[in-house]
């Protein structure tokens, strides 16, 4: 039976658990933390730190593992590429390849130099080499950790008064200790985040959709829901499938899955945000299983642990699908999720992870959320009015 490590113990892990199970795959979870989720799935628990890259190793062959992966779990992408690498394991790809991809002022020195459109940015490790750049940056800029995802540690800093508050924010969700500095782009529509496919090197599904905020969150920052198809133009839709192709190509990329950012700004640019050779969170391929039919999680339990994949092509999405990422503005207690009946009919999947009388954070980093509702809609002004009044159809009620 041949055996799959997977790195990272959260709710995100149970598809990737599921897919292997009915391939007869034998499932290791990997993480510090006894008590998460998907550990009470998996046929083994390996209590080890997933950003130690030793220790995963020396747990991994101990285990005789047939292949390590971290889906929707960012802390072990370079664990992940590390121990496969090492064990002559199928990878994504090269394991210095996959360290520019998950720290972003690496990635942003890459992409400067090898002609990519991006923005000016920098990366610190210390408030005082940062604050003497100032007059470098087109204000306002972003703040960012430079290895942390789900938008913790993230803020737009209009002035730069403000900017020592927010590196320390940053560094505050870092394992680095490091921070960038960015101009923040103005954005033309929405942005995308949403996942995509490649197969020895060559991207075989691609594809962008309208990732939403909640302006009232307590971190207005943190995607709050996505759609398909994207508001992107065609144009640009093509520029950065293209960008994206010659991004792995330089990288020597293999095969993977990828969560990947990208935008277009008011300047007529077209920009590649973050891409990372792992699932999104908020469950991301899976909507797309559900919009176009291309099983990328199975594909890539299957590549990880030496077994033969099936092609994927770039498929057409089946009408306007949406998801919504269920969380509550503000701290306090859940009482219940209420749905309209006007979109009761177009709710193809309610997840809902909390219980009543379950404590509830105020929405400042992705893993505040407590669930999510997968929609479908006959058009896109009907996502549009939805989404775009989310709470006259979808309520988080506190008690």
């Not at 490790?125 to 938008?151: C, Q, R, Y």
């Not at 909640?214 to 093509?238: F, G, R």
């Not at 640019?269 to 559900?290: Q, T």
Request: net charge negative; charged share 25%.
């Amino acid at each position: 039976m041949k055996k799959l490590m997977i790195l990272g113990g959260s709710r995100y892990a149970l598809p990737v658990i599921k897919a292997a199970k009915k391939l007869g795959i034998y499932t290791i979870t990997a993480d510090y933390l006894p008590d998460n989720v998907a550990h009470k799935f998996s046929d083994e628990y390996v209590n080890v730190s997933i950003i130690d890259k030793e220790k995963t190793l020396r747990a991994a062959e101990e285990c005789n593992i047939d292949g390590i992966m971290s889906f929707a779990c960012d802390p072990g992408v370079i664990t992940a590429a590390y121990v496969a690498e090492k064990m002559g394991l199928p990878n994504v790809g090269p394991y210095e390849s996959v360290c520019i991809l998950q720290n972003k002022s690496k990635f942003r020195d890459f992409l400067t130099k090898n002609g990519f459109a991006v923005p000016t940015a920098k990366g610190y490790k210390n408030v005082v080499d940062a604050l003497a750049d100032i007059e470098m940056f087109h204000w306002p800029v972003i703040v960012k950790p430079t290895d942390s995802a789900g938008s913790k540690g993230v803020t737009r800093v209009d002035e730069p008064k403000d900017l020592e508050k927010s590196i320390q924010y940053a560094l505050s969700y870092s394992h680095s200790d490091e921070f960038i500095i960015e101009d923040f782009i103005t954005q033309h529509g929405y942005s995308s985040d949403t996942d995509s496919f490649s197969i020895d090197g060559e991207l075989k599904f691609v594809s962008f959709d309208c990732q939403r905020f909640d302006p009232e969150a307590k971190n207005p920052y943190t995607p709050a829901a996505y759609s398909w198809p994207s508001s992107m133009s065609v144009e640009h839709q093509e520029e950065l499938t293209n960008e994206i192709q010659r991004l792995l190509k330089l990288l020597k990329m293999r095969t993977a899955v990828y969560n990947i950012e990208t935008r277009e700004g008011t300047d007529g640019k077209a920009y590649i945000m973050e891409l990372s050779p792992r699932g999104g969170g908020n469950r991301l391929a899976e909507c797309l299983r559900y919009a176009t039919g291309v099983d990328m999680i199975t594909n890539m339990v299957k590549y990880s642990v030496g077994l033969p994949i099936e092609e994927i092509s770039q498929q057409p999405y089946d009408g306007c699908w949406a998801e919504i990422i269920l969380h509550s503005d503000e701290p306090g207690v859940f009482k219940e999720l209420w749905i309209s009946d006007e979109i009761v009919d177009n709710v193809v999947e309610r997840d809902l992870w909390i219980e009543e009388g379950t404590s509830v954070g105020g929405f400042e980093a992705a893993n505040e959320a407590i669930g999510t509702l997968i929609l479908k809609f006959e058009n896109q002004e009907r996502i549009e009015e939805v989404l775009g009044n989310q709470s006259k159809y979808v309520k988080v009620q506190l008690m």
